[in-house]
């Protein structure tokens, strides 16, 4: 009764959001400061606010980082050797993220979190259809975590509007990208692994295949790992058993408004005694964008898992877990907007109740400078009855 009241909630906050996205409905009306120092051109050409893409920083990036209208003057150095494309100026650029926090949870009356994150990231052309893109992580909460994102990107294979990935991303990046939400609560049901299963749907190591349809169908399929960026093992092996995992997803706009998809993922994994644990996961999204001024965001999650705990003998019912997320972002002034403000309802409901989670959090956020936002939160752990207040700043530069 308990989970089916909590389901309840989640889909009556959606339908309230979904409502609130109506009535206020006006009148109609992952790129990076490399980018903008290589095309001399403003951040907001791909993002309002910082890190949110816009639909144009989606094109530049599915673009291989590349402006189709236009060339980047003195882009490669002039060697003689014309089957050589070499950068001029290798790109770089930087995110600083510092944070207040009070948390009733930690019985710490307040936290300096500065710094929180700092990366150096680099990303871009190396030659015609082919781009790279990767950050490295000098500290993640206090520590040293290395390269997170990735990845080579083949571009228009075959001059179709078929791309290739391969290297480190996120298998929810064809959802709704981490890295570039507002908030500082997470999406949590990406970050769920229940028991000892190392899957989720963060980091992993794989191959993504995306594809455009001429009627604006995307498709997306990917192969994985299944077990995230653990190091190498004895044998310089990353996968830690002999299963990859599918991942696949189909999306389609409707209308002017409305973008629906559905993403599917099944594997397998293995521990060290050999013991295994089958996973399969269903997830519906909807973006609902009335104007340049208004988004909503909605993720439901269904999982099953058959042993993620690895018992021997395996238990005869499959642990379930289901949630998600849905998110509302108001921009005043649309992309001109300096302030604007954002809600986010997770929900994480789970047969292993001590991983449930349930929260609401209301931001608010500032550009002090194209390149530099503030922010204020405020996250209520329903599950755990604490709160969360967060103060801070994000730097690009």
Known sequence: MRNFVKFVMFLV????????????????????????????MSCTTCHAPIPRIKEYGDEFAGNGFVLKDQDAPRYYVETGDENLDLIRDFPFA??????????????????????????????GSLTKNVAYYFYFFFSERGEVAGLEDAFIMFNDLFDSE???????????????????RLTYDDYQIYRFKPGESNINLTYDRGIMATFATADGTDLIFEIVNGNGLAE????????????KNLVGRVSRGFGDYVRLGAFGYYGKEAN????????????????????????LNVQYV???????????????DKIATRGGFAELIYL??????????????????????????????????????????????????????????VVGFIAAY
């Open 13 to 40: 906050f959606s339908l309230l959001i979904a409502g609130a996205a109506v009535v206020l409905k006006p009148d109609k009306a992952e790129a990076i400061p490399a980018f903008a120092r290589k095309y001399k």
């Open 232 to 243: 190498a093992g004895d044998f310089r092996t990353y996968d830690n058993d002999k299963y």
């Open 162 to 180: 078929l791309d290739i990935y391969v290297g480190q991303f996120q298998v929810s990046d064809p959802l709704f990208k981490r890295e570039l």
């Open 272 to 295: 060290d005694a050999g013991r295994k644990n089958e996973v399969w996961m269903l997830a519906p999204d909807m973006t609902y964008s009335p104007s340049d001024k208004l988004e």
């Open 332 to 389: 005043p002034e649309g992309e001109r907007s300096r302030w604007y403000a954002a809600g986010l309802y997770n929900q994480v409901d789970s047969d292993y109740d001590a991983q449930d989670y349930q929260s609401i959090t209301a931001h608010i956020g500032y550009l002090m400078r194209t390149n530099i936002r503030l922010i204020a939160e405020t996250t209520y752990d329903i599950e755990n009855e604490e709160n969360r207040i």
């Open 94 to 123: 930087v995110r600083f993220d510092g944070f207040i926090k009070h948390q009733t949870e930690t019985g710490r009356n307040l936290d300096l979190t500065t710094p929180y994150n700092i990366k150096l990231l680099s990303g």
């Open 302 to 316: 269904e999982r099953r898992d058959d042993n993620p705990s690895f018992l021997s003998p395996s238990p005869d």
